[in-house]
Structures are given as structure tokens and as C-alpha cells.
């Protein structure tokens, strides 16, 4: 049959891994391609086009070699240019930033549960995406969520378990929304491996953990605060956490507004911990007329996982917008290309999560002060918890005892400095917690005074007569 | 080809073994793409960890999100539905897809966004040293199981079918002409897609069954090729009677 | 100050819950401060759940009840749950269709029995004895007002509306009778 096409074929031997492959030599149904007769520095002795005017044309090696090694190109036509493809499409540029909103709810007082008040502030804070899959005592942001996403251009998904619900929220954040998920006990168990991958990649994104009585199943409906710890500690590797705790209706939602801020500002997760007494209660709250609102920087071209700053945070780019974006939990680069072997690179990206967090300690750290001036002994409280504890300090000061109290708004990363300064102006700081002391033992770290634990862990709010028997007696009967 | 498709499409050559069924599934990926046409600058493309996970992070000119063991599907979920304007295609392997995050497949064939699901099945855990998988042939030889393996298989193709996928495919690498057309057509569908693509691994799979499988000759890959291709056959084929009970390969679409 | 503690108790599916959130919107109405603790396990129905409600002129800081002034028992579980606890300045309510008031009453608390599933049948909806209830808890306490709660319970659908109005008033009527005396 008479040959009116001619071929020519390259095999870049730089590619081609040799002997242990050699597939286009066995498939060659020509004999065009042999086995190789250098070896190369890489120790690989590559396959070699030995009778080029023997082929067809039939391609055969070109579509099955796993190194894109191969490339016919018929000489009888013009040659084969590659077209610019590895252009960068630019992103719409977004220096982000804070702005003014006007907010989602009417100005003024409203009555409704913690749960959807927090549901209510992400999407007074431009929350766009929820993922999420049912469990008490956080259903109802989820319900709620359900309902107002739609109403506000946003997506809503119900997905098959917590690991799925917390891949999804990230996911949508690389997409450019800003994402939440909430949860209870067992299920922000399951979100802790992707939790890690959201501070790898510094993915923001909002997780509410409504706490509820533990371990394991425990006690669905009943509060508690066993998850202080986890929230830092509970994904591996050891990174900086922002973690808010609301003590109010009106926190639930003013605190999920500052966590989106907070996951934006700072490209990291941010744990909302509230428990089943602030997420089931009811009570009135305060809507302002504005809302300020931070949004994370979208700039083309700059590396998406890199600064020049130590504790800096990157601008981070939407998919999509042809930036080619490389992000992985791996060990990355500034351009997130993986280093997995470099210490240099892993040390630098680790120094540099935790540093962004660390060094913006005095912007992150939230407090409230009560009868601080005389006071000669300060309570610490958190939560749902810290009610009990004002209204026991208010006994105990118609009883005379010069105490004061300090609420943590925010638990991580922990106010160490704060806590000290009180402890040494103070005789005693005392620490009612319903788990069994973990954020006693982190005060204790930190204070040079004795510190007390008033622990009740019997799945009800802390018991505000507990504390103030505590501050009157100076002692406290465990938790039965 | 070779030159233009490493040149529009992907950043680095792969790291993969010589001969690795894998970086032929990339190589007919890829040519699927040059001729759809598909724009990689509105493609983000899901993986998770493995060495089938490894094929577009950190390969392909594309957005690509290389995320958790088993939970590339619910990220993509993520991504597609809060921006649809994307193609979403997720890229993993065996034990990422069918046996970690089986979960997740299944449910998103329920769901049925129109997402794009390869599992390269070379039925085993290959980059953490060739343990069983979910895939992996009962009696046959792994790292985890020396006697053969006890368990029974998934199929695949009847798992998707199950859960609801109205298009589910089979190819194997050693038919890379309509492995291309089907992952043509995987992506040209306008729902949930999902293909089981049959890749080989010689090093892990291979070098244990050899000795079974009777792999021979100076090219072990290309002997599995050999195999593999004589264990399939098209599925009209088997439609009637399947008396040597070779393995299925095409496209099933749902009735709707 | 002002200040009221309603302690709400009965089994899931009478609507304790229901009737402590219009208990606490009607409060809102009439300018007051209210925070409502509720109280349940994980079984939708029949389980004993109750509802802890402050009413107060000022800022709530603790939520829940530890004094109740008006103690409502909806069930017998309920009712012997929450008896023992009760002192002798709590109003305790129980409708006296579904509670047998105990023989021995360690408690000193003051007892009105409230006939709610009657007065609520007559009203042409057996459901709503939780809001002849609640119109008993009215009576009980100058910080919660019954044009208020009639103003909360009209919203509905009409003709529910009617019959819940209808079941209030007569709860609060019958409770009236017996504080008077």
C-alpha cells in the first residue's frame, strides 16, 4: 500500500523511564521503537527510536506511554505548535479588607434561641455556604441555615456525616464563600482530621461546636465544656486555634460574626464553643443598624501560601479564576507546591500558622471585667458557665467578700498574660468549669497565685450556688 | 501529542514507577481534554492521597485541591455546588475512593451533581506498600494478605449503579483508544459520572502476583497489559452468557 | 426589682415548650426581660422535659430557676418530680384532669388545681390546655400581663386563635377565683 503520509517520531529520553517499562517497545507493532542502549545519570537506560520510517502513524506508543514521553507528528502537514495555554487569566482583584454591611436582620431587639441567633449572625457576616448533618444540641443552625441561605442567595447542603460536612465547607471557601458547619460532641470528633487540613491550607471557615455532655454519646441535650481542649488539641500535628465562647443569645450571634471576621482576617478556622445552654436558650438581643465585616484578600499573582512576614497572611485566590491554584495538606511552598522531605519549608510553614495567630494575641483576645477595683480574689469563667458565676459573685459581694470576675470571650489562643497580671494582683483566682478543669489547669500555667476549681459535671448548667458557696466558704464538694 | 499535552496541561513529569497503569490513564485523560477542548482555567480538579490522587495535584495547569484520605468527593461537593461555573473532577485511587471514602461516593451518586469521579483501581493501597483494598481480587496476593485474600471485592460498576449513578463506566488502561472515549463522554455528561478505570500497578500488585498470574517476559507491565486485556470483554457481549466470567467493560447509562 | 421565676414541667408533647415561648414573647411585648431554659432528653415525646423561665425588669445573668414564684405541672411525673423541691412562696398549678395532688404534701407550697384539659375541650381544642395554663400563670403574676399573652396567642391561624384566647382566659379566670380566697 503506498505511504502518502510520512511521520516523525521523538521520545524524550529525559522522560522515559526505561527497561521496567518499555511498553512502547512491546507495543510497536512496527518495530519502530527498541530498547535503549545508554544508561542515563538516573541510572534508567531509556527506550530509543531506532526506525523512524517504519511508522504508521498508528499512535499506539504515544497513547498508552505513561510519561507523555512519545509525540508523533505527521510531517506532511504543517508543524504542530503549542498554543499559549500557560497564561494566567487574572483574577478579579480584591485588596479585601473591612467594610460596612447593613446586616441582614431589622435593627433593634429580637427574641430567639442561641442556635438561631448564631445562624442569623453568619449570615449578617456574609456566611454563603453551610454543610452540615444533624445532631443535638446544634440542629437548629442547621434548620434555620436551611431556611435562610436559600432566601439569601446562598447554598445550603445536608451531607452524608461531619467529615463530609466539614471537606464541603472547605471546599466552598476555596470557591470563594464564606462556609460554616456546626456540630456536637461526636461529630467535631469527626471533623478534627479536616479541621487540620483547614489551618494547612488557611482555609477560612467557621465551626460551631455546641458542647454537649460527654464522652461519647453521653448526654445529647445536656451541656457541658469538654471540648475547651480539643478544640486546640483535638487535630494532629500540634497549630494555633481561634476558638470565641459565648455566654448570651446576643454573643451567639455577635461572636459568629467576629469568628467569620476572625477566619477571614487571619485565613484560619475559627471554632465558635458554645454548649446546649446558650444554643437551646431564649432570650432577647440587640441588633445594630451596621454591621463590620472583614474580607480576605483576593490578589492575582502573589503567592497563595507565603509572605515576607513572619506572621504574615497570603492573599488567597477563588478556583476559577485562573490562577492554577495548588493547595494541599502537605508540606508546601509559598506557591503550595509540595515540599514533603525540606525542614526548612516545614519549619517556616509551621512557625509561620502559629506565628500569624500568636503575634495578633492583643487583636484576637476578648475579655469582660466585673467588680474588678476591690476586687481580692477573681473568678475565671467562660460560657454558659460564667452566668452562674457573675450571679454567685454579686451574692458573695451583698456578703461583703471583695471578689471580682473576669470572663474569657475568647479561650484560644489562651490570654496567658491577661491571667497572670490578674492572678498577681490577686490573692486566689478560682475557676468553675463544668468538665474537670481544663482551663483551671491553664490557668494555673500562667498565674503565680493558688488557683481553685469548682468543677460540677452532671450534664446542668453550673450550679450558681455551687460557686457561691465556694466564694463564701472556700470550699466546694465534688461533682457527684 | 506527547510534547503538545505536556506542554498545555501539566506542570512537571510524574513520579510515578516505570511503567505505572496510572500515568497511562493520565496520558488518555489528557487527550480527552485536548479534544473536548475543556477549559482548565474553569476546572478544579478534587484528589485525595494516594498515588491515583497524585495524577492532577501536582500534574495538571489547573486548580487543583489535594485534600484528606478519602474525602476528595465531599471537598468537590463543596466546590461545585458553591460555584457551579466549575467543572469538578475528582481523580483518586481504590482505597481513596472505594474503601475510605466509599461513603462519600455513594452518597454523591445519590445526590447526583454533576460531578466527575475516575477511581483508578489497581486494587491496592500501592504508595503505603500494597494492603488489601476494597478492590482487591478475593485469593489474590497483598501486603496484608500473604495467603490471598479472604474478602470479596466490591464491583464497582454495581456499587455506583447502585447508589443511583446515571453514568457508570469500565475501562482499562490496556485499551487506552476507548478509555478516551469513555472519559470523553464521562466529562461531556451533564450529571454524576463515574468510571471505574482498571489501571495496573507492577510494582506493588505485580511483583506479588506474578507468580499467580503468570506476569512474564522482561516487561512486567506489559505482560499485566496483556492480561488485563484478556480478562475483559464489552458488556453487550456479556449480556447473554458470561461463561468465563470476564470482567465487563463500557458504559451504563441509567434508564431515565 | 422586678422579678419572676416560672418553673414549666411536663412529658414531651403536651407543649410546655410552646407555651413557655408565648409566655416569653408575650413578656417581651410588655417590655420585660425574659430568658427561657428548656429542658429536654432525646426522645422527641413522653419523656419529662420542663422549661425554666426568668422574667425581670433588669438583665438576666443566670437563666435558670432556682426559687421558682409559680411552679405549672402538666403531668404527674411532672408534678411529683418537681413537688418535693418546692417551698412554701411557689404558686403550683397542675390540671387536674392528668394530676392527683400527693396525699402526705411535704411541700408547703401553695396548690391550685386548674381544670385545663376540661376548660380546654369546652373551648373546642383539647390542645390547648397549655394555654389555660398559661393563663393561670397570669394570674399568678402581676409581671406577666393577659392582654399581652391575648395579643401573642391571636397571631395564629383564626380559628386556633379563638380557642386559645378562649382556654387562657378561662385558665386565668379559674386561677383568680382561687388566689382571691
Redesign the interface.
Known amino acids: 500500500m503506498p505511504r502518502n503520509k510520512t511521520f516523525a517520531v521523538t521520545l524524550d529520553q529525559d522522560l522515559c523511564k526505561g527497561s521496567d517499562c518499555y511498553i512502547c517497545v512491546n507495543a510497536c507493532p512496527k518495530g519502530v521503537l527498541a530498547e535503549g542502549e545508554r544508561i542515563t545519570s538516573k541510572g534508567l537506560r531509556p527506550a530509543q527510536v531506532k526506525d523512524p520510517d517504519a511508522c504508521t502513524g498508528c499512535r499506539i506508543c504515544e497513547t498508552l506511554c505513561p510519561d507523555l514521553a512519545i509525540t508523533i507528528s505527521d510531517t506532511s502537514q504543517a508543524a504542530t505548535t503549542v498554543p499559549a495555554v500557560g497564561r494566567r487569566q487574572p483574577a478579579s482583584p480584591s485588596s479585601g479588607g473591612w467594610t460596612t454591611s447593613p446586616g441582614a436582620l431589622k435593627p433593634g ?1 429580637h ?1 430567639m434561641m442561641g442556635d438561631d441567633a448564631c445562624a442569623e449572625g453568619a449570615i449578617a457576616a456574609g456566611c454563603a455556604f453551610y454543610a452540615g448533618y444533624p445532631i ?1 444540641p446544634a440542629s437548629e443552625i442547621m434548620l434555620r441555615m436551611a431556611t435562610r441561605l436559600p432566601e439569601t442567595g446562598g447554598v445550603f447542603v445536608q451531607m452524608e456525616d461531619e467529615i463530609a460536612s466539614m471537606a464541603a465547607v472547605i471546599g466552598a471557601s476555596w470557591s470563594g464563600l464564606k462556609g460554616m458547619t456546626a456540630t456536637a460532641g461526636p461529630g467535631f470528633s469527626l471533623m478534627m482530621e479536616n479541621i487540620g487540613y483547614a489551618c494547612m491550607t488557611e482555609t477560612p471557615c467557621v465551626v460551631v461546636d455546641i458542647q454537649r455532655a460527654g464522652p461519647s454519646t453521653g448526654q ?2 445536656r451541656p457541658a465544656s469538654g471540648d475547651i481542649m480539643q478544640a486546640k488539641w483535638g487535630t494532629h500535628g500540634g497549630v494555633e486555634i481561634i476558638a470565641l465562647v459565648p455566654w448570651s443569645v446576643q454573643e451567639m450571634y455577635d461572636l459568629t460574626i467576629r469568628a467569620f471576621n476572625l477566619s477571614e482576617r487571619f485565613r484560619v478556622p475559627v471554632i465558635l464553643l458554645g454548649d446546649a ?1 446558650v444554643g ?5 438581643f440587640h441588633v445594630e443598624e451596621t454591621v463590620e465585616l472583614f474580607d480576605r484578600a483576593k490578589v492575582p499573582g502573589a503567592p497563595p501560601f507565603g509572605t515576607e512576614e513572619e506572621a504574615g497572611v497570603p492573599p488567597m485566590p477563588a478556583f476559577g479564576q485562573g490562577e492554577r491554584l495548588l493547595i494541599t495538606g502537605s508540606t508546601h511552598n509559598e506557591f503550595g507546591i509540595r515540599k514533603t522531605a525540606d525542614p526548612e519549608v516545614q519549619q517556616r510553614l509551621v512557625r509561620r500558622l502559629s506565628r500569624k495567630i500568636v503575634a495578633h494575641l492583643d487583636e484576637i483576645t476578648d475579655y469582660e471585667l466585673y467588680y474588678e477595683d476591690d476586687a481580692q480574689r477573681m473568678v475565671i469563667a467562660y460560657g454558659s458557665t460564667a ?2 458565676a ?2 454567685a459573685v ?1 451574692r458573695a459581694r451583698d456578703h461583703g467578700e471583695k471578689v471580682g470576675m473576669l470572663r474569657l470571650k475568647s479561650i484560644w489562643p489562651f490570654p496567658g498574660e491577661v491571667i497572670r497580671q490578674w492572678g498577681d494582683a490577686c490573692q486566689e483566682l478560682i475557676v468553675p468549669e463544668t468538665n474537670l478543669g481544663q482551663v483551671s489547669q491553664l490557668v494555673q500555667q500562667h498565674a503565680t497565685t493558688p488557683v481553685s476549681l469548682v468543677s460540677q459535671t452532671n450534664g446542668e ?1 453550673m450550679d ?2 455551687r460557686v457561691t458557696d465556694f466564694l463564701l466558704d472556700g470550699r466546694t464538694k465534688l461533682a457527684s | 501529542m506527547g510534547r503538545v499535552l505536556r506542554e498545555k496541561y501539566t506542570r512537571q513529569p510524574t513520579p510515578f514507577c516505570p511503567g505505572c497503569g496510572h500515568g497511562i490513564f493520565l496520558n488518555a485523560f489528557l487527550h480527552a481534554v485536548d479534544e473536548l477542548g475543556l477549559d482548565f482555567d474553569k476546572t478544579v480538579f478534587v484528589s485525595g492521597i494516594g498515588c491515583g490522587a497524585w495524577v492532577p495535584s501536582p500534574h495538571f495547569q489547573a486548580d487543583t485541591l489535594h485534600v484528606t484520605h478519602g474525602r476528595a468527593v465531599a471537598f468537590a461537593t463543596g466546590v461545585k455546588t458553591a460555584n457551579p461555573d466549575l467543572n469538578v473532577i475528582v481523580i483518586g485511587g481504590d482505597g481513596d475512593i472505594a474503601t475510605i471514602g466509599g461513603n462519600h461516593l455513594i452518597h454523591a451518586a445519590r445526590r447526583n451533581l454533576p460531578l466527575k469521579v475516575f477511581c483508578l483501581n489497581n486494587f491496592l493501597y500501592g504508595m503505603t506498600g500494597g494492603q488489601v483494598s476494597a478492590t482487591t481480587p478475593q485469593g489474590d496476593i497483598t501486603s496484608t494478605t500473604r495467603q490471598g485474600n479472604p474478602e470479596r471485592p466490591f464491583d464497582l460498576v454495581d456499587l455506583a449503579r447502585g447508589a443511583g449513578a446515571p453514568y457508570v463506566a469500565r475501562f482499562p488502561v490496556s485499551q487506552p483508544r476507548k478509555l478516551k472515549r469513555g472519559i470523553i463522554n464521562a466529562l461531556s455528561f451533564d450529571q454524576f459520572a463515574f468510571m471505574d478505570v482498571l489501571s495496573l500497578c507492577p510494582t506493588q500488585y505485580g511483583r506479588a502476583n506474578r507468580a499467580k498470574r503468570g506476569y512474564e517476559g522482561p516487561s512486567m507491565i506489559w505482560s499485566m497489559l496483556e492480561h488485563q486485556k484478556g480478562t475483559v470483554a464489552p458488556r453487550e457481549k456479556l449480556d447473554s452468557e458470561n461463561p468465563e466470567g470476564k470482567i465487563p467493560i463500557g458504559e451504563w447509562y441509567a434508564e431515565s | 426589682m422586678q422579678k419572676a421565676e416560672v418553673l414549666l414541667a411536663g412529658l414531651g408533647g403536651q407543649g410546655v415548650q410552646l407555651a ?2 408565648i409566655l ?2 408575650a413578656c ?1 411585648l410588655a417590655g420585660r ?10 426522645e422527641a415525646r413522653g419523656t419529662l422535659i420542663r422549661a425554666e423561665l426568668v422574667i425581670s425588669d433588669e438583665e ?5 430557676v ?1 426559687e421558682p414564684d409559680i411552679f405549672v405541672g402538666f403531668s404527674q411525673e411532672a408534678y411529683d418530680y418537681f413537688l418535693p423541691a418546692l417551698t412554701g412562696d411557689t404558686a403550683v398549678f397542675y390540671d387536674s384532669a392528668s394530676v392527683t395532688p400527693s396525699a402526705s404534701e411535704p411541700s408547703a407550697a401553695k396548690q391550685y388545681p386548674i381544670a385545663a384539659m376540661e376548660v380546654a375541650a369546652n373551648a373546642g381544642n383539647p390542645k390547648a390546655a397549655n394555654m389555660a395554663m398559661l393563663g393561670a400563670v397570669a394570674a399568678a403574676s402581676e409581671l406577666v400581663p393577659k392582654d399581652a399573652l391575648e395579643k401573642v396567642l391571636s397571631r395564629g391561624p383564626k380559628e386556633r386563635a379563638k380557642t386559645s384566647v378562649m382556654a387562657m382566659g378561662k385558665g386565668y379566670e379559674l386561677a383568680m377565683q382561687q388566689l382571691g380566697t
Not at chain 1, 437551646?280 to 432577647?284: A, D, G, K, T, V
Not at chain 3, 426581660?33 to 432525646?42: C, E, I, W
Not at chain 3, 438576666?60 to 435558670?64: D, F, L, M, T, V
Open positions: 431587639p427574641y443535638t445529647a441535650s445552654i437551646h436558650l431564649r432570650e432577647s452566668r452562674s457573675l450571679w454579686k448548667i450558681p450556688r | 413557655s415561648d416569653a414573647e417581651t426581660r425574659v430568658s427561657v431554659l428548656p429542658s429536654y432528653g432525646a438576666i445573668i443566670y437563666p435558670g432556682l
